[in-house]
């Protein structure tokens, strides 16, 4: 599924950079070389990160 349409982001590289330790989508997007454009996407990515991080120890 596609998260940001903006960069052509998909769910899993938004779970990947989650799981590297990217704690927000700007960080996660960076991590990737993108950047927010419109910024429709940042609820749902934080929402796919948040989800990501729950999974793991802190
Ligand atoms: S959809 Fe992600 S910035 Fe526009």
Redesign the pocket.
Known sequence: MVV????ALKERDVRDAARSGCQSPLAAYAALGRR??????IPFARALIAEERAGQPA
């Open positions: 940001c349409v903006c960069n927010p454009q419109c910024g429709q996407c």
